[in-house]
């Protein structure tokens, strides 16, 4: 990185210091987070209040959600969930469970699971259609103050507010919104659009204060709060432990030093291997509960190392096994009792109708006895006359939806790397050694079909250069470095570790790792690319602040077939003004685009920007610009929320994206 960012210490040093730095912070943190959460639930509590066993009122977390929008202090923020979680605890009935699993899934703007696939995210014009009927506003109107606040969210609760009422409407409970917001996601078919539009216009009609500004954000798929998953979880644990020193009669004695952190750990942990709130939730309520073989766990991340004495270095004195980076998808591969196959991405997307002929190749190269398992593999397009590997480009060529056998015409091949369950049993806690021979003793290979990854326990820089090469040469992007033995060799679900390096061939030209980043705005093209976009503008995404923080103006890399391409894709997500959760800074597009396109880009260094806005605020108050950036993907396997994060693109300890992030803890 150039100017001031060069002046950084080593990286390898910079994670170890910021991560002293972060155990001693959280360590004071938990208690006081307990002690003001008690003192506010008063702040998130309605002036009636809510009765036990009641529903729990819409407005009381319409209420958080603004208190936390109003607030940039991670501490405040967990504490005003904590108490809301708090309160929704005590009034719940007997035995109640869904008033906190909705309350939870409401706070991350999710309605179930990701595997079940059920999203919120409405167009634009369907909720002007809703508020317009509800308001008896136009739509030019509605449309004129969209431009003027870049938020339809504000612009519903507004048009609400100013609009006269003979009768208060009933008021809205949780569920109830839960239930409408359900039934919006899951309607499809014919009239369907009408359908949505009437259950928007019932909701918003009963809507009073800051109501139907969080429920237009939830039906848009962000609540603009500055709320990130991890805040939630660490909240839903002080809260669940508050609770229960309450009910053990000692909260006053206990207070002052409640053990905040081992309770974070495990429910940090049982989300990992759990990835399910309808069950972590019954499970922290009520205590119990195992991990499934029959949901998608978060995958296990590497941390990118620049050089092969990085590795060493990191590594140094203990055992490591080097295998190939494969250029496919990570796929999650599941088999139950009833024989039924799975397949899951890494976002947790169920694959499996994506990959027909991997649910008819796997039986094949199952072991006899081998009844139940999950093992964690890469799927790649491969060429079945060579046995050679092509890259991502070819197989992102294949149909997602509605595949079939018979029209297949890129084959792949799945390339396994880790056994997670077996027979019912978790392995996520052995050694990676014994995974890696657990898992090569209950399958076996299979031509063109099935194989396991490519290793060499190699130790030297000149043996680990070699595999490298060798890797390249048949078509890898490099090297994954993985701890073999020891407790720090264990399979931590959603966390990106530096007990798995990524050693990519990139680095051997000095380019460093690639990012992920999303498109938000276009610029028109001139001469031969008149009638598509000649550049985009990207930016890397905030999961703690819920924005989009821009980075760079794209150009290079595109074929004319790829110009477009992307045209036919982003004109249709081309909005007057930027949305209201993308920082812009000094950026001015043609165009401003929706936030949903992901593509991976390769740059040849950093520089500190006045225009730009990533990582603002983490170097200097000037943001982060990447050097002649090139476009080398399409990442149709990840959402805009998995891009890369600020810190990860100033080399710092961990990114804040959820792909980029470290896990919850």
């Not at 049982?270 to 949901?295: F, H, Q």
């Not at 990519?504 to 001139?526: M, Q």
């Not at 001469?527 to 924005?547: H, I, M, P, Q, W």
Request: hydrophobic residues 35%; aromatic residues 6%.
């Amino acid at each position: 990185m150039s100017s001031a960012v060069e002046e950084d210490a080593d990286e390898g040093e910079e994670e170890v210091d910021l991560d002293e730095l972060e155990e001693e912070e959280e360590e004071g943190m938990a208690s006081q987070s307990a002690q003001e959460a008690l003192s506010r639930t008063q702040d998130v509590d309605l002036p009636n209040g809510w009765k036990p066993g009641e529903p729990v009122p819409y407005a009381a977390l319409a209420k958080v959600f603004g208190l936390i929008e109003a607030t940039t202090k991670r501490l405040e923020k967990t504490a005003l969930l904590t108490s809301f979680f708090l309160l929704v605890i005590r009034r719940r009935a007997t035995g109640d469970t869904q008033s906190l699993l909705q309350a939870v899934y409401l706070c991350i703007n999710r309605l179930c699971p990701d595997y079940m696939g059920i999203e919120l995210g409405i167009g634009e014009s369907l909720l002007i259609k809703a508020i317009t009927e509800s308001t008896g506003r136009s739509t030019a109107v509605v449309k004129a103050d969209l431009k003027k606040e870049g938020d339809l969210g504000l612009v519903a609760m507004n048009s609400k507010n100013s609009q006269k009422t003979l009768f208060k409407p009933k008021p809205l409970t949780l569920p109830v919104v839960f239930k409408n917001l359900k039934e919006i996601a899951m309607s499809s078919g014919h009239s369907s659009q009408n359908k949505k539009v009437s259950i928007i216009t019932k909701l918003l009609a009963s809507c009073q204060g800051q109501e139907a500004k969080y429920i237009i954000r939830s039906l848009e798929g962000k609540l603009r709060i500055g709320n990130a998953e991890r805040t939630v979880l660490v909240a839903l644990s002080h809260a669940a432990l508050l609770a229960e020193q309450e009910a053990g009669g000692c909260i006053k004695c206990s207070s002052k030093k409640l053990n905040m952190e081992k309770i974070t750990a495990r429910l940090g942990k049982l989300y990992s291997e759990l990835p399910n709130y309808d069950l972590v939730i019954p499970a922290l309520l009520n205590a119990g509960s195992t991990g499934s073989e029959r949901m998608p766990l978060k995958p296990m991340l590497a941390k990118p190392t620049k050089a092969i004495g990085e590795v060493l270095d990191k590594f140094e004195g203990k055992k490591f096994t080097c295998e190939y980076k494969y250029d496919g998808e990570r796929a999650q591969v599941h088999k139950l009792e009833d024989g039924s196959i799975a397949v899951f991405s890494r976002n947790s997307e169920d694959m499996s109708k994506k990959y027909p002929d991997l649910m008819e190749q796997l039986p094949r190269c199952v072991k006899e006895g081998t009844k139940t398992f999950v093992f964690d593999a890469e799927a790649v397009a491969i060429d079945v006359d060579t046995a050679k590997l092509l890259p991502f480009q070819e197989l992102s060529r294949r149909k997602r939806k509605d595949v079939k056998v018979e029209d297949i015409k890129v084959r792949v091949c799945l390339f396994a790397f880790d056994l997670l369950y077996l027979n019912g049993e978790p392995l996520l806690h052995l050694d990676f050694a014994e995974r890696r021979r657990l898992l090569q003793e209950h399958f076996r290979p299979v031509d063109l079909e099935f194989q396991f990854a490519k290793a060499s326990d190699a130790d030297t820089t000149d043996e680990i250069q070699t595999f490298l090469e060798e890797s390249v040469k048949d078509g890898c992007e490099g090297l994954m470095v993985k701890m073999l033995d020891g407790e720090l060799s264990r399979y931590e679900p959603s966390r990106r570790t530096v007990n798995w390096l990524k050693l990519k061939k990139d680095y051997l030209a000095g380019a460093g790792d690639s990012l992920d980043l999303v498109v938000v705005g276009a610029y028109h093209g001139k001469g031969k690319r008149t009638n598509v976009y000649g550049a985009f503008l990207l930016a890397c995404y905030d999961a703690d602040s819920e924005e989009y923080q821009t980075i760079c103006k794209i150009g290079t890399g595109f074929s004319d077939e790829a110009l477009q391409a992307h045209h036919g894709a982003l004109s249709p997500l081309e909005t007057a003004v930027p949305r209201g959760d993308v920082k812009v800074g000094g950026a001015k597009p043609d165009v401003w685009v929706e936030p949903k396109v992901v593509w991976e880009v390769l740059a040849a260094d950093l520089s500190l920007s006045p225009i730009y806005t990533a990582a603002q605020g983490i170097v200097e108050e000037r943001g982060i610009s990447l050097r002649f950036p090139r476009f080398i993907r399409v990442r149709e396997d990840k959402g805009a929320d998995d891009a890369t994060g600020p810190e990860q693109t100033k080399g710092g300890k961990k990114g804040k994206g959820r792909d980029a992030d470290d896990g919850f803890w």
